[in-house]
């Protein structure tokens, strides 16, 4: 039986991951909330883990009289979530918390040779380099949970030693596809959190919108496949029934379809390299009927533009990119500025941050906080 750590338990990803447990033979031994303990302590007492853990301290306190009188352990804060990830005996951490507040407990897990079920790419932006580096000195596996990393993951088994000749990720271009950036300047908050294909966190929902999500993506996938940037396309998927897709010398393409449904990659980095029926309804493809592909808008979506030169230079540039665009998002959710500024305090703070090429852990904390300062200013 695996041992299941799954750090943001109670968001969508970290939901979804319980949900599917039944379907796999595990047992769950740490579960995180920021602060939502009602559904953390539900969920504690359906899979009594060993330890659980609220970020915000008070969140942690009150957590900790709800399950008094459980034998499960309540921490709190950043040392309660790095133990979580660490300390709690799991064989393999499903890393869904949002932003770069990942980064620590992902390394420390990495470092306790915990094999990572990975949501979380703001990790592998800020600090793709190191994380990818640790990995293969430890010599644990990250098992992407992101649907296009995950398909590009399957993908990839076709080629038998062959490097991939191209990654062609997929974007569904979000609520906005087809706008000018012109148009979409002075979108509403609830305009720009109507993604019409999933249902995910408010941060990664905005990311869609503007579609940085994809520019994160691309960073991603860079340092998952050890691939250059300017070999991954992205291509606009309306549908969302293409995951992504590889292709190879000969020209040959191999892509992974379904139903878009973040249970079975989250299933797959948890069962891999065995595959075990999925509650997730069927693709058919003949209701499918069609599928349609179009070049992105890099003038109506600068965010691609400005994580392809993020992508191109490496170094502090993924965090800075992250960082800066982590606090604008925050800004435009609380209403502090417009849907078109969140691009532009992104490309502010790499404008203005100097650039470091080869960065250690301190840079890149450096480097995140230097990019949320001058996003905020
Ligand atoms: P979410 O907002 O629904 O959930 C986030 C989780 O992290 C919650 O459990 C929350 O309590 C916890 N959290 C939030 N802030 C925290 C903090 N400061 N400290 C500790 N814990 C904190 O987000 P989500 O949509 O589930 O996304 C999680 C990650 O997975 C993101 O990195 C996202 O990009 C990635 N991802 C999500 C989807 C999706 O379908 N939702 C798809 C692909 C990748
Ligand atoms: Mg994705």
């Not at 992407?144 to 990654?167: M, R, T, Y």
């Not at 596809?177 to 148009?183: L, N, Q, R, S």
């Not at 993506?217 to 998952?224: G, K, Q």
């Amino acid at each position: 039986m695996k041992k299941i750590a799954i750090l943001g338990s109670t968001g969508s990803i970290g939901t979804q991951t319980v949900d599917i447990l039944p379907s796999i033979d595990a047992e769950v031994v740490a579960l995180t909330t920021n602060r939502r303990i009602d559904l953390l302590e539900q969920q504690a007492r359906a899979l009594r883990p060993k330890m659980v853990c609220a970020c915000e301290e008070q969140a942690a306190r009150d957590l900790k009289v709800k399950l008094a009188d459980t034998d499960t352990k309540v921490l709190s804060g950043m040392d309660g979530l790095t133990a979580c990830a660490a300390e709690s005996g799991a064989d393999i951490v499903v890393t869904a918390v949002v932003g770069m507040v990942g980064l620590l407990p992902t390394l420390a897990a990495i470092d306790a040779g915990k094999d990572i079920a990975l949501a979380n790419k703001e990790t592998l932006v800020c600090a793709g380099g190191l994380v990818m580096r640790a990995a293969r000195d430890k010599g644990v596996k990250i098992l992407p949970v992101d649907s296009e990393h995950s398909a590009i993951f399957q993908c990839a088994q076709a080629a038998h030693g062959n490097p991939l000749a191209k990654i062609i990720l997929t974007a569904s271009g979000g609520p906005f596809f087809g706008k000018t950036a012109a148009e979409m300047r002075h979108v509403t908050r609830e305009q720009a959190l109507a993604h019409p294909n999933w249902s995910m966190g408010a941060k990664i929902t905005i990311d869609s919108a503007t579609m940085m999500n994809k520019g994160l993506e691309l960073i991603e996938a860079m340092w998952l496949y050890d691939m250059a940037p300017e070999d991954i396309e992205i291509v606009i998927h309306r549908e969302s029934i293409v995951h992504s897709a590889v292709e190879f010398a000969d020209g040959a393409m191999i892509a992974q379809l379904g139903l878009p449904d973040m249970r079975l990659p989250i299933q797959y980095a948890l069962t891999y390299p065995a595959r075990v029926p999925c509650k997730v309804p069927r693709l058919n493809l003949a209701e499918a009927a069609k599928l349609t592909f179009y070049a992105p808008d890099y003038e109506a979506f600068p965010a691609l533009n400005l994580a392809r030169q993020a992508a191109a230079q490496k170094g502090d540039r993924g965090a800075v990119l992250n960082g800066a665009n982590e606090a604008a998002v925050g800004l435009f959710l609380d209403g502090k500025i417009a849907f078109g500024e969140i691009a532009e305090r992104v490309a502010r703070a790499l404008d203005t941050i100097p650039y470091r090429r080869e960065v250690t852990l301190d840079d890149v904390l450096a480097a995140d906080a230097a990019a949320r300062a001058a996003a905020r200013a």
